[in-house]
């Protein structure tokens, strides 16, 4: 039971790079988040998948896309990537039920030069 | 607008006596709250819950107080250990069918030996 998994750990990408960061959860929830984690900041809700087939924007979603692919798995792609995405990316899983804490992968730290 | 606020970014406290992390919040709607515990290249992990209609839930050594009144909630850890060291995040529910989390931007918190 590895719960969630993020690949890749790191990434270093130009400007105007493309990129897919991959998750994937193995505790059968049905909701599945992005977050992105900026100094200060907290973690950010860049856009949540509520159950298969459907996807919703967070906070802070311009300049990223999101795939939910099954229940297992929910990819964030940068299609031009830009410096200030500079950050820490974590992806969370969570059940829709009580109780209702999110449970998060390892992250991705990502730097655009 | 941050509807979570963690005022203290940190703390620092001699091992064996109590650590106290404040978290205020301006959303009324909010109706779940949790704290995450979070070590350096790791993801966040979830420590404590408490719903809106109740104001303590104790686990072990944390107990987290909640006075909606004040839109304000607390973390006590008794007592501290240097393995508490750690960032500490609170986020709040709002009420809504996708469970997602706003959270504040964490403190530092370090036991000394």
């Known amino acids: 039971n590895a719960g969630v998994t993020q690949t890749p750990k790191f990434q270093v990408l130009k400007t105007g790079q493309s990129m897919t960061l991959q998750c994937a959860q193995d505790m059968n929830h049905n909701s599945m988040y992005w977050y992105r984690q900026d100094p200060g900041m907290g973690l950010r809700l860049i856009y949540y998948s509520a159950s298969e087939g459907t996807t919703d924007k967070g906070e802070v979603p311009n300049g990223y896309n999101v795939s939910r692919l099954n229940k297992r798995e929910f990819s964030l792609r940068l299609e031009s990537a830009a410096p200030s995405q500079t950050s820490v990316y974590f992806c969370?899983?969570?059940?829709?039920?009580?109780?209702?804490?999110?449970?998060f992968g390892p992250g991705t730290r990502l730097t655009v030069t | 607008d941050q509807q979570v606020k963690q005022n203290s970014p940190s703390l620092s406290v001699q091992e064996g006596r109590i650590s106290i992390l404040n978290c205020d919040y301006t959303?009324?709607?909010?109706?779940?709250f949790l704290w995450y515990k979070k070590y350096p290249a790791e993801g966040p992990t979830f420590l404590i819950s408490?719903?809106?209609?109740?104001d303590k839930n104790e686990d072990g050594r944390f107990t987290v107080f909640l006075n909606k009144s004040a839109k304000h909630l607390s973390l006590h850890i008794v007592p501290s250990q240097p393995g508490d060291s750690a960032v500490y995040f609170c986020a709040a529910r709002g009420n809504n069918a996708g469970n997602m989390l706003t959270f504040g931007g964490g403190t530092r918190l370090m036991v000394k030996p």
């Open positions: 959303n009324s709607m909010f109706d779940y």
């Open positions: 408490i719903s809106s209609i109740k």
């Open positions: 969370a899983s969570s059940r829709r039920t009580i109780p209702l804490e999110q449970y």
